[in-house]
């Protein structure tokens, strides 16, 4: 379903930019060219037809852009596995440490020698 939702898309991009290019231009660059004696013949109810084509097209492609993400499957069995990349999937790396060593400090023994203030010597 979803290798014919992207076909269909595609043919709806094709059929898009030929409506886009068969458009007049509204002005502009286009006008320095040529483009002003097309306005002449009267063509504005065609141009009418292909603007509302443009709209029409362009929100299908969206729709259908939406649309095929849900039924695209990530995981597909015949995508490439690199042999590298499944041993680095098994391996773990941990620290390791010796038989006495932690990941705490070492707890001392030793006590600051209490001072006596009492005494005034």
Known sequence: M???LITIIL???V???LVILGQNSK???GA????S???IMGVTR???VLEKATWVLAISILALSLASSAFYSGAQSNQFSSPNIDSAKQQVVAPTFGEDASLLPAA????PAATDTTSGN
């Open 11 to 13: 043919i709806l991009a």
């Open 32 to 35: 320095a060219f040529g483009g």
């Open 108 to 111: 001392t023994d030793e006590t």
């Open 15 to 17: 059929l898009l930019i």
């Open 37 to 39: 004696a097309s306005q």
């Open 46 to 48: 065609t141009g009418n």
């Open 27 to 29: 002005g502009g660059a």
């Open 2 to 4: 979803f290798t014919l």
